[in-house]
T-cell receptor, first 113, second 111 residues
């Protein structure tokens, strides 16, 4: 059974720091991995999608990497800003069929001025 | 571009009442997924439909049922509501193995 773990559970940093959020999964048979952002009580905003054949994806200040063989992904946030404060969720989509996403518990990020 | 539409956005019900949540997937998407997210928790998969047939089932209580209609919209029916059913309910859709697109969710409050 696929399990997704995110470390740390919470993170508080001063503005301007570069951050690394970690995601690990137990079964390497995945089709893709997706990082989401969620503001309190709001919906899920997709940030980056990495296909299983890819090693990384970049969007602006965000960079996500994937090491499928070791079951790990990292989300790198450069020059953090207070507006980055949110919960970041990692989700994997198992391969084989039109499978659902399996989510981690998220990392709650607070960036203070 | 069209997104996944969920209605209502907010719903308040009393214990033991029934609630119906609706989801309108992106046009031409053939798969719909339902998720439940309790306060401070990650989204938990409930059920999915592919081409109007149930394709997968997660931790969905027996009090809940869902279906996908001929126009591909889906409804999640929840009966005998309990306080613990208060949560955000997300619907997502996809076409084959394209990425899932999520709606903004329905916030259900049971009092």
């Amino acid at each position: 059974k696929q399990e997704v773990t995110q470390i740390p559970a919470a993170l508080s940093v001063p503005e301007g720091e570069n951050l690394v959020l970690n995601c690990s999964f137990t079964d390497s048979a995945i089709y893709n991995l997706q990082w989401f952002r969620q503001d309190p009580g709001k919906g899920l905003t997709s940030l980056l999608l990495i296909q299983s054949s890819q090693r990384e994806q970049t969007s602006g200040r965000l960079n996500a990497s994937l090491d499928k063989s070791s079951g790990r992904s990292t989300l790198y946030i450069a020059a953090s800003q207070p507006g980055d404060s949110a919960t970041y969720l990692c989700a994997v989509r198992p391969s084989g069929g039109y499978n659902k996403l399996i989510f981690g518990a998220g990392t709650r990020l607070a960036v203070h001025p | 571009a069209a997104g996944v539409i969920q209605s209502p956005r907010h719903l308040i019900k009393e214990k033991r009442e029934t609630a119906t949540l609706k989801c309108y997937p992106i046009p031409r998407h053939d798969t719909v997924y339902w998720y439940q997210q309790g306060p401070g928790q990650d989204p938990q998969f409930l059920i999915s439909f592919y081409e109007k047939m149930q394709s997968d089932k997660g931790s969905i209580p027996d009090r809940f049922s869902a279906q996908q209609f001929s126009d591909y919209h889906s409804e999640l029916n929840m009966s005998s509501l309990e306080l613990g059913d208060s949560a955000l309910y997300f619907c997502a859709s996809s076409l084959a193995e394209t990425p899932l697109h999520f709606g903004n969710g329905t916030r259900l409050t049971v009092t």
